[in-house]
């Protein structure tokens, strides 16, 4: 066998050839290794690999071969010591969080979260004794005002769902990190190849892989990376003993989604940024939030921490919510939909869906309007998606 140098590799090399496990059968293609259990050639071998003194697979909620090599080409992409595989993007974000945290402590996070996360953060981990401050993730000055001394955790996403604002990654780690807290960022919107918060100063990344590393609308599937030390410490034990592990078959689903993870970001992402230049002449247009215009009020940040602008973009119209829903029907091409990093234009409402359970003045604050529409731009012709836009838009 050839040395194991595939940290040395590319990135679209570590995507195509990562953490394969070829079978006695040398398949090209991952095989998908769709069992629950493990078969052992005695009850010798049965006692010593649950001791630990024998490698090999005991049961598909420890680790399975398909699940562990989505893990292994995630860890490359990831630069990351080690990582876990979860059943949803939700499930790596409350894995993050509940395997390391204990009544009394405190977490301060920013309030624009994705709307489960708001959840998770603000509902749930208050009931299990732990404090929460929520703060606006771009005023470095607030997240230093929340530390406490049981601060045990910071949570962010950037750029933030729906409106694209951007937080430092470097700058609160460095606060973060002067309290001993950890931080957690949910790189979903940015996606593994277009922002590196590892490099970046944090200590742990979740995705929701359902979006743009399956990218095709298929599976559901997550994934939490960090640390040896956070993975061997907390996150292994908990994986195991409460099981919100990936099914098999949507762990390889993902992995064949990462061989073309960076062509089809870049096809999407040059699709966004020139939806969002037509959009941001437009007339009927307030204003545009998409991080790779340079009338973003954090451009310049975006430049130093992403390698690109991503796929993702929210418009308010001058009009509110019946004009918005008027032009969400009127929509040929893009479809309603509030999934997102897809082949497919996706558009959706941000008030009426995924931030409906937030109150109006909560909705305001992160800048949630009634004429705010969000679109997630996909692989189409550019001249198709513009023009669908033209036409809903005149309508
Ligand atoms: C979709 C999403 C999640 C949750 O992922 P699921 O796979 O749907 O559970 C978390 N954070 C962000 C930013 C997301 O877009």
Redesign the pocket.
């Known amino acids: 066998m050839a040395k194991d140098n595939s940290d040395k590799w590319g990135e679209a090399t570590k995507l195509i050839h990562g953490g394969v496990i070829r079978s006695e059968f040398g398949e090209t293609s991952e095989a998908l290794f769709l069992t629950s259990g493990y078969v052992y050639d005695s009850a010798q071998s049965a006692e010593a690999r649950f001791k630990g003194d024998e490698e090999g697979y005991i049961y598909s909620r420890f680790l399975n071969p398909t699940i562990k090599m989505f893990e292994e080409r995630m860890k490359l992409l990831e630069g990351a010591p080690d990582g876990r595989a979860t059943a949803?993007?939700?499930?790596?974000?409350t894995a993050s969080f509940l395997c390391y945290l204990n009544a009394g402590d405190h977490v301060v996070s920013a309030k624009a979260?994705?709307g489960?996360?708001r959840y998770v953060v603000e509902k749930l981990l208050p009931r299990f004794g732990i404090e929460i401050t929520l703060v606006d993730g771009r005023d470095l000055e607030a997240w230093q005002k929340a530390v406490k001394p049981n601060t045990k955790a910071f949570f962010f996403?950037t750029p933030?769902?729906p409106t694209l604002e951007l937080v430092d990654i470097k700058a609160v780690s460095d606060i973060a990190h002067n309290a001993d807290a950890l931080v957690i960022v949910?790189n979903?919107?940015a996606t593994p190849v277009l922002q590196k918060p590892l490099e970046l100063g944090a200590d742990v990344v979740?995705y929701?892989?359902?979006?743009h590393i399956d990218g095709q609308g298929r599976c559901?599937?997550?994934m939490v990376l960090g640390s040896q030390a956070y993975v061997d410490d907390y996150l292994h034990d908990y994986m195991r003993q409460t099981g919100p592990s990936i099914s098999p078959f949507n762990a390889w689903v993902m992995l064949k989604g990462l061989e073309t993870l960076p062509l089809r970001l870049e096809k999407a992402q040059d699709n966004a940024s020139q939806v969002a230049a037509f959009l941001d002449q437009s007339p009927l247009v307030k204003t545009v939030h998409y991080p790779g215009l340079d009338t973003h009020p954090q451009h310049a940040l975006a430049v130093e921490q992403m390698n690109g602008f991503g796929t993702m973009l929210s418009f308010e119209l001058t009009q509110g919510k019946e004009k918005a829903f008027d032009l969400m029907n009127q929509l040929d091409i893009i479809k309603i939909s509030n999934?997102?990093?897809d082949t497919k234009s996706l558009v959706t409402h941000p008030a009426t869906t995924t931030h409906q359970r937030l109150e109006e003045p909560e909705q305001l604050e992160l800048s949630i309007t009634p004429g705010l529409v969000r679109l997630s731009i996909g692989l189409e012709d550019i001249h198709d998606l513009i023009a669908d836009l033209e036409a809903a838009l005149e309508a």
Do not use: R, W
């Open positions: 949803t993007g939700m499930a790596a974000v979260l994705f489960s996360c996403e933030t769902n949910d979903v919107f979740c929701s892989a359902t979006k559901l599937g997550g999934n997102l990093g």
